[in-house]
């Protein structure tokens, strides 16, 4: 096919491409102004009053699980490492039959505002407060990774024209040294700072209608650029499918036994259902925008909304990934001269490249800056954004639920009136927003991290299995108590926790040892089973620690399990 004449490139980004961006900025903060004017209690501010639109919370909720680290790190995952992220799609199906018919429905009968409140009806305060904990640390991490990801790609986006445009049209009164250090930490307080406002301001109603633009902006972002690479290419997905799986890079083997074999099909898909099974069995970033919802129906097709879109996304976003496969493999010369270097590297020995290889992370952000027409640029970089944005505003209005409910009023010996607990809660807002902004700044301080996807895997989602596991183990192991289920958590996040940080505990051993050896551990588990492997842990030692510790009293499992639940039990008053 011959390619399609098309604008050219930008060589950096246009002031057409920054003033779309600072449009979308305001359109953001203003709708936080206008939720606020209708927000009267705590119930507005964390649920919205449970009478959200059903597609407004499941396009919120997949803008939300989207975030930079897969917006970003799926195509970079997909460019380094071949067609094997792509499979993940397809436990999809499978998910939402688990979550739209078993765990939707049953939390939707208990009417909640913070998931956790359920571990203490079923086991009792202990487990409630471990999973708070757990979910804490997952979402203070995962915050400010969003924002250090989301800082560090608009950053090199926007470094060799930005800081010169500002300083010129300031008079020289504010201005950037060169070697880009600041100007990296400018973005990234300043993404922490916009999110922060209009969450402050507007609650989860705030939260779920600027996830709606922000959803339409980051799709948008990835079709322009999967047309673009189209026109220049003149070649279209059958042969970037074709090239990938031929070209450079090898299809994934079906399965291994040797579970330190990075990606195989069946590590991909069973990390793939029990990532969705544990997220929306657990995650109060997910549970909340089912509670959202004024009936079990509804928050049924808040699911179905989030998981098309979740298939149309993880397709489009690996289709970006082989896209730019496919293009800078006929046009290296565009490359910077190190990324060009790695590239033919890439080309050369692509079984060599490993999940550490930052390289193809950095691809998408330059093509976006260099390769785009002018004022595409400016949208795919408010889709980089929107797409941080959406999970920033979710992750501290959730994190501030969690705080307020499970903590301050849980502890609390006299409750708070109306007002008093809502100015609290946009206090905790900006100090949630504060502290996971100063995360994000410290994580420049170590370096260059991991790739974006390795990252995510090692780090936050190392603790989501166990989590997830805790929730299961209430709902369809009647025999399961609290102490037993403490015991399997705990032993759950160790194993998922040592999985996640091989790697550093392995230079931290040879390093305390002073052996002359490279490692001691030897090669790390694949990020792919790290999830399943905790989960299994938490889920086997629960289950063999009920044989010794006792049963649940009767108050525990009426309309809390599975089981009683199919008798028709409610739960005990």
């Known amino acids: 096919m011959t390619p399609l004449p098309l604008i050219a490139a930008a060589s950096g980004l246009h002031p057409i491409d920054y003033g779309i961006v600072f449009v979308y900025m305001l359109a ?4 936080g102004w206008w939720c606020s004017r209708t927000q009267e209690s705590t119930e507005d501010f964390f649920v919205g009053g449970r009478n959200m ?27 380094g490492q071949g067609i094997g992220m792509l499979l993940q799609f397809t436990a999809l199906p499978f998910a939402f039959l688990i979550i739209g018919w078993v765990w939707v429905p049953f939390f939707m009968k208990l009417r909640l505002t913070s998931a956790y409140e359920y571990l203490e009806l079923r086991f009792g305060a202990t487990i409630r407060m471990l999973a708070v904990a757990l979910f804490l640390y997952m979402r203070f991490v995962w915050l400010g990774l969003i924002i250090y990801s989301a800082g560090v790609a608009v950053a090199d986006m926007t470094s060799d024209t930005a800081p010169g ?20 930490m400018f973005i990234l307080i300043s993404t922490g700072i916009v999110a922060t406002i209009y969450t402050t301001l507007g609650g ?16 948008a972002g990835a079709v322009v650029t999967l047309l673009v690479v189209f026109g220049r290419t003149g070649t279209g997905p059958v042969a970037w499918f074709h090239e990938a799986t031929t070209m450079s890079h090898k299809l994934p083997p079906f399965f291994s036994v040797d579970p330190r074999t990075r990606t195989t099909i069946v590590a991909v898909f069973v990390n793939g259902l029990l990532w969705h099974v544990c997220t929306h069995a657990s995650d109060q970033v997910a549970l909340q925008r089912y509670f959202c919802n004024d009936s079990a129906k509804s928050a049924r097709k808040t699911a179905a909304v989030n998981f098309f879109f979740d298939a149309v996304m993880s397709i489009l976003l690996a289709f970006v990934g082989l896209a730019l496969l496919a293009y800078y493999q006929r046009n290296t010369a565009e490359l910077p001269t190190a990324m060009a270097d790695a590239m033919h590297g890439m080309l050369a020995e692509p079984a060599n490249i490993t999940g550490k290889n930052v390289f193809a992370d950095k691809v998408f952000p330059f093509f976006i800056a260099h390769g785009l027409p002018i004022g595409i640029s400016g949208i795919v970089v408010a889709g980089v954004f929107a797409v941080a944005q959406s999970s920033i505003d979710s992750g501290i209005n959730s994190t501030c639920t969690v705080i307020m409910v499970d903590l301050i009023r849980r502890f609390r010996r006299e409750p708070l009136n109306e007002t008093a607990e809502l100015r609290l809660a946009q206090v905790l807002t900006l100090s949630i927003g504060t502290l996971v902004t100063g995360i994000a700044v410290a994580a420049v301080w170590f370096g260059e991290l991991s790739s974006i996807m390795e990252l995510q895997m090692q780090s936050f989602n190392a603790v989501l299995g166990p989590l997830g596991a805790v929730f299961m183990a209430g709902f369809l192991l009647p025999r399961v108590n609290q102490k037993s289920v403490v015991c399997g958590g705990l032993a759950g996040a160790m194993c998922g926790l040592t999985l996640g940080f091989w790697a550093p505990i392995d230079r931290l051993l040879v390093s305390a040892s002073g052996s002359a050896q490279e490692s001691l551990l030897g090669p790390a588990v694949s990020p792919f089973w790290i999830i399943p492997f905790s989960w299994l842990t938490a889920v086997v030692v629960a289950l063999i620690c009920s ?11 009426q309309g809390l399990t599975w089981w009683s639940v199919r008798r028709g039990e409610n739960r005990a008053a």
Not at 547 to 557: A, E, I, K, Y
């Open 28 to 31: 953001m903060v203003a709708i």
């Open 53 to 79: 639109p059903w597609w407004a919370t499941g396009l919120s909720l997949i803008a939300t699980m989207m975030s930079t680290l897969s917006y970003l790190g799926v195509p970079g995952e997909i460019f």
């Open 165 to 184: 445009a500002i300083s010129s049209l300031t008079g020289g009164l504010i201005h950037f040294p060169e070697d880009g250090g600041a100007w990296r």
């Open 204 to 219: 989860i109603k705030a939260v779920i209608w600027t996830d709606v633009i922000q959803f339409l902006v980051l799709f």
């Open 547 to 557: 044989l010794f510790c006792g049963r649940p009293t009767q108050t525990q499992l």
